[in-house]
């Protein structure tokens, strides 16, 4: 009897902790964060999925891109609103413009970010947007030596 009532007794206190104590993940995404998205238009289309995990300081993505007139190179979540070219706040990838990929797909996580930032993001999501660079090399003049600022972009949005 004693053993179920200690039992008992840390399940009850356990459910008492604050969820935002803990640096779990939630259940609600493929990476256990908070989800956001992006759809992505300009010189193509795409869509990003974003995942803040502010307990681990990490941001998780995935891009997805097509109909682009060149390779891609970078990808990353810039501060700014839809008529802003803004700062680099959060690196997805980038391989250089000298070495592009073909790939029109791309995921991983981004670590060590700040925690404060991520809860901005969180907090602020139209302040913020997601883009994918290509490189040019080749292509019509159109494009430029570099699309300037990026071959598609997008405002993150939570669902």
């Known amino acids: 009897m004693r053993k179920l009532f ?11 902790i604050p969820a935002g104590v803990a640096a779990e993940r939630l259940p609600t995404s493929n990476h ?17 999925l974003v995942t803040l995990n502010p307990g681990q300081n990490e941001v998780c993505w995935e891009v997805t891109v097509a109909g682009l007139t ?9 501060k700014g609103g839809p008529d802003v070219n803004g700062p680099i706040v959060v690196p997805f990838f980038n391989t ?3 070495t592009p ?10 670590e060590n970010v700040d925690r404060a930032l991520i809860e901005d993001i969180k907090d602020n999501p139209a302040g913020y947007y997601v883009n994918v660079h290509t490189s040019c ?3 019509p003049a159109s494009c430029g030596p570099f699309f300037p600022g990026s071959a598609v972009r997008g405002q993150l949005t939570h669902p």
Do not use: E, R, Y
């Open 96 to 98: 250089g413009p000298s």
């Open 6 to 16: 200690v039992v008992v007794f840390l399940v009850v206190a356990a459910s008492l």
């Open 137 to 139: 090399g080749g292509q």
């Open 32 to 48: 256990g964060g908070d989800p956001f998205s992006a759809v992505l238009s300009g010189h193509g289309s795409g869509l990003a």
């Open 101 to 110: 990929s073909s790939a029109t797909s791309f995921s991983g996580c981004t």
């Open 70 to 78: 060149a390779p891609v190179f970078a990808s990353h979540i810039h």
